[in-house]
């Protein structure tokens, strides 16, 4: 009996302490999940109806993308020339192939006041239609994921949340792992529970089915984003040639005769997201994060400078400099994806951007505008190991990789999710006291050692939790501070 006296104050602390260990990560949970909630609401829908993109703006725009086969089709250069008659106010800025011969074939152009997306018939050199891309359904969708229509601000929210969910997924598997190992409540929702046990056991076991395929969801996202994206980027260009495999680009060697030029990596994602819903990556423009990271080359000489002496007009890139060059794209073997930039300035090149939806299929040429030389030639052999795992992760993201099945497999994963999520809300409404969001927290209650190293990891790979612990830090010491008063 004494024996048993002895021993119970050290049970009961460790009862205590694990206790406290429960309330610690339940609040923690739940604070996150609140905090996420709506954002990844908006995420998981946005990136479900975006998963069919193409097919949707296909139907959505199936008058202006149909046309008719007949004879042979002009060439880019006639199609260019074309255009340049009818609009001769407005600028080309790209050009995107047709995904099939009965497809027309896109010209966004800059007029003075807006962008314009033309849909032209190659065969007979007729516009089937002028849109405003921003004004299209998956445009709009398209900014909703990327940044919640809020620009630049919005863009750092949707980051700032899918940091937090990688640790509201670590919470939650710490909360699920069960002390007694079996299936019904488990691995299965009890059939005759219910209350507060129906959805528990339906929110922790759809969360478990769909948490690794969220996280890989988060985790493939994160190079496109707005500042961790590109402090990512600058770490592999800051260790480049030491550490070639973590390299966002695998070409840091251009030839000495062309020159190259520092840019901002994400301008063009940006502006891409506001003018282009045809856009391969919802999370990346129109390029691969590979050639956005890569400092495109330069003209080596002013394509303005034969005409410069004899006419006070600048003059316009010719696309018959850069066509020839699509055949050396491998369109058998990975399918459709190519579009050409044309320079932006006289300094700059044109750029064939190729993106299928197999990652290893990619490659981008650049090709000087005044002499039709080809300055550089990116394809997937010479990708980084991280550039090749960054870009195969965009493509599984985006349900492209793998075919038909990765579409549908994704779109079951968003919609696990979203059921998961729903049944986490409506069981925290049913646990919630009156005037309380969550139950308050011991002075003893600690985090568990291995989910405070977890966080602590979060926070140096992902510095932007760092505001919103210390936000809440602050908000804990507020309310301390008005007890006392």
């Not at 694990?18 to 954002?39: E, K, N, Y």
């Not at 099939?100 to 239609?129: C, E, F, G, K, N």
């Not at 994400?266 to 003018?275: I, K, L, P, V």
């Amino acid at each position: 009996m004494a024996e048993l006296t002895i021993h119970n104050p050290h049970q009961q602390k460790r009862e205590q302490r694990a206790a406290g260990a429960q309330r610690a990560v339940f609040f923690w949970h739940g604070w996150s999940a609140l905090m996420i909630a709506p954002v990844l609401l908006v995420l998981v829908v946005t990136g479900s109806a975006y998963l069919f993109d193409r097919e949707f703006d296909q139907w959505w725009q199936q008058d202006a993308y149909q046309v008719k086969p007949q004879g042979t089709a002009a060439t880019l250069a006639q199609q260019q020339d074309y255009l340049r008659q009818q609009y001769p106010a407005w600028t080309i800025n790209r050009v995107m192939l047709a995904q099939a011969p009965t497809q027309a074939v896109r010209w966004q152009l800059t007029a003075p006041d807006a962008v314009h997306l033309i849909y032209l018939d190659p065969y007979s050199l007729v516009v089937q239609a002028d849109i405003d891309p921003t004004t299209q359904p998956m445009a709009i969708v398209r900014r909703l994921h990327g940044e919640l229509m809020a620009g630049t601000t919005g863009g750092y929210i949707v980051e700032w949340m899918s940091c937090w969910t990688l640790f509201l997924l670590l919470t939650g598997g710490w909360l699920w792992w069960p002390k007694h190992w079996r299936l019904a409540g488990v691995l299965v929702p009890r059939k005759r529970s219910d209350g507060r046990v129906h959805w528990r056991d339906w929110h922790a076991v759809l969360a478990l089915v769909s948490s690794l395929a969220l996280a890989f969801l988060v985790l493939s996202g994160m190079p496109w984003s707005t500042f961790w994206g590109k402090q990512f980027a600058q770490l592999g260009r800051d260790f480049s040639p030491q550490w070639h495999w973590v390299t966002p680009s695998p070409n840091f060697h251009l030839p000495e005769t062309v020159k190259s030029r520092a840019v901002d990596p994400h301008h063009e994602h940006q502006e891409q997201a506001a003018t282009d819903s045809a856009a391969v990556h919802i999370i990346g423009g129109t390029e691969s994060w590979v050639t956005q990271q890569h400092p495109a080359p330069q003209a080596a000489h002013s394509h303005q400078s034969n005409l410069h002496e004899l006419t006070s007009q600048p003059q316009q890139a010719d696309i018959s400099m850069a066509e020839p060059y699509l055949t050396r794209l491998a369109l058998e073997t990975y399918g459709p994806g190519v579009r050409v930039f044309y320079p932006a300035t006289d300094k700059d090149v044109f750029k064939i951007n190729y993106i299928p939806d197999k990652a290893e299929g990619q490659q981008t040429l650049y090709i000087d505008p005044a002499s039709g030389e080809l300055l550089d030639d990116i394809g997937w052999q010479r990708y980084s190991a991280l550039a090749k795992v960054v870009e195969w992760g965009t493509m599984t993201h985006l349900g492209r990789q793998y075919g038909v099945w990765n579409q549908w497999l994704n779109l079951l994963f968003c919609l696990l999710v979203l059921a998961a999520l729903i049944a986490g809300l409506t069981l925290w409404w049913r646990r919630r006291k009156p005037g309380r969001w969550l139950p308050p927290l011991q002075s003893t209650d600690r985090l568990p050692l291995a989910l405070k190293l977890s966080l602590l990891a979060l926070v140096v790979l992902f510095p932007l939790l760092l505001l919103s612990l210390l936000a809440f830090l602050m908000c804990k010491l507020w309310q301390r501070r008005g007890a006392v008063e």
